[in-house]
């Protein structure tokens, strides 16, 4: 290939300055000066930081300088770019704008030893001494563009993941529904179960592994068309488009629950994990993404309600549930506005003398109506959302605003124990405050801290943190619904508590279940060794009473055979109702249960 010379500078021509004094009229004189001046302009040129070349017509390089040939690994002023694939296709593109005429910018990248360089080059076609060339000025951008495209990947995804965030697959289902064509595309609402407990147990490094797991599970075989995003957390969108029926988009999502069934192994670590998912679909579930994804939103939380580990497509059902749900929460919200709580408290009694050893406060609520509901109906409500530190705190302020009238029925040596929740047993700034309401009344001695199972899942957190804080008060510890949640035996001698409180399950018809007599034994032996109280809860039937004193150690029982919950307004004396013969029916029922009593009515005989 043969190239131009190179351009030389005799061949531009300058314009000169007017000036005061008369022109010399020296012509060698005069070209001697432009020689030089241009000579000096050429010299300056060669030494710019920018990479500058110059072309003609064919795109041959008749000039480049020093930083353009940096940028080209090439000799300054090279003609000679034979085999330099940059450059051979620069002599096409400079051919063409040459041709076009035309100025322009444009991002050029370039690869040399493997590693590639951004530039952005200027190009401007000019017309000199009747050459048509193409004047080229390049600056090398590419620690900027490494920036830029770290900047858009923190805006638009996920860093533990990779995936796309919840702005990327918005836009995209709005560029779905912007076009119209007939289109049908699912959205599918992914939540793992239980994740807080993953993090809790096994660490949030094993959470995020176990996230990033999930992620390439669910990015398994999926179309160029599909798009998963991870939107929070714990919390997932799945658009699967298009799609032909409700039923392959059931297919699919069932697929992806077994798939995530299969053990994660994490550091050594067999985990296991599911997901509750909720489907909608376009058109039928809603015409905007928010629509889309709150349709799919309120189906995942269906299936979390029926047991979680499932899927469920949206319908009008789960809509009118879900408006009901947020009249509960409004109504909870001000509820709590309005004190509109009130205690029932439920004794614990010694099944061997009848006498009562302490009191629970069970908090209720009074609707609009006046009508008393029971904790089930508001409680994980209020956990979820975030009202739950208030409401304990309204608990403990009713029992001390009533801390008399339960001295005088229950006796003032009766303990009170007052329920919290494991996410509050778990939070240091909750139980601190918490600690300091319980010292302010003066009694905290007198208090047990009644705390579910969960609570314990995290061990070393609840004892280096949150127990010295009820210790140092003196308030005692009971673990409630012992032995349906996620403890065991062994996990019992890790556990510093004074009170293991056995759930109801065990303890109904007991004299009729093997199985539960044993498990109950293995938890009384343990119990006993490790000074523990034991309670058996729910005890209803004179049965399940006769069991427990003859076949069992177990002190202590509360439950609706001695007394159902009984309410302020309830807490008078009233005439003993209970001789401690065999009563006349099964007390089962709520409609059956026995009146209120009092402390005389556990009185030691």
Known sequence: MTSAAPYSPSTVTTDVAESDEAPSTDAAGIAAAETGDLRLFKEI????????????????????????????????????????????????????????GQSGTREERITFGGATRALLTAHKPMDIAGRKLLLSSSLDVTEQKVIEDELFRRAYYDELTGLPNRAVIERHVTELLEDHRPHHFALAFLDVDNFKHINDYYGHSVGDALLVGIAKRLSLELRDTDVLSRISGDEFLLLLDPITSEAEVAEHINFLLQRLKAPFYIDGTEVFASASIGISLYPEHGHSYEALRQNADIAMYRVKSDGKGASAIFNIAMEREALERMAVEQSLRQAILDRRFCCAFQPKVDIRTNEIKGVEALVRLRDDNGVIQAPGTFV???????????????????????????????????????????????????????????????????????????????????????????????????????????????????????????????????????????????????????????????????????????????????????????????????????????PGGPGRHLEQARQPLTRATYARR
Do not use: W
């Open 45 to 100: 040129v060669r030494a710019l930081p920018s990479a500058v070349t110059v072309q003609d017509e064919q795109g041959r390089f008749i000039f480049i300088n020093d930083a353009a040939a940096a940028q080209y690994r090439l000799a300054p002023s090279s003609t000679d770019a034979a085999g330099n694939l940059p450059l051979d296709r620069r002599r096409s593109d400079g051919a063409a704008m040459l041709a076009q």
């Open 380 to 582: 994980d409500l209020a956990v979820e959302l975030g009202l739950i530190d208030e409401l304990t705190h309204l608990v403990l302020a009713e029992i001390m605003k009533s801390i008399d009238l339960i001295n005088a029925t229950f006796g003032e040596d009766a303990s009170i124990s007052v329920n919290v929740a494991a996410k509050q047993a778990g939070s240091p700034d909750f139980m601190r405050s918490f600690c300091e309401a319980l010292a302010a009344t003066e009694c905290p001695k007198r208090f047990m801290v009644e705390i579910t199972e969960d609570a314990f899942v995290a061990k070393a957190h609840f004892q280096k943190q949150i127990l010295p804080m009820l210790r140092e008060i003196g308030v005692g510890i009971s673990i409630d619904d012992f032995g349906i949640g996620y403890s065991s035996l062994s996990a019992l001698a890790d556990i510093t508590a004074d009170e293991i409180k056995i759930d109801r399950s065990f303890i109904t018809d007991i004299h009729k279940r093997p199985r539960s007599q044993g498990i109950l034994r293995a938890i009384e032996s343990l119990s006993d060794a490790l000074g523990m109280t034991v309670i058996a809860e729910g005890l209803e039937t004179f049965e399940e009473l006769a069991y427990l004193q003859a076949m069992t150690r177990i002190r202590y029982a509360q439950g609706y055979y001695y007394s159902k919950p009984i309410f302020l307004e309830e807490l008078r004396p009233t005439i003993p109702v209970f001789s401690g013969g065999r």
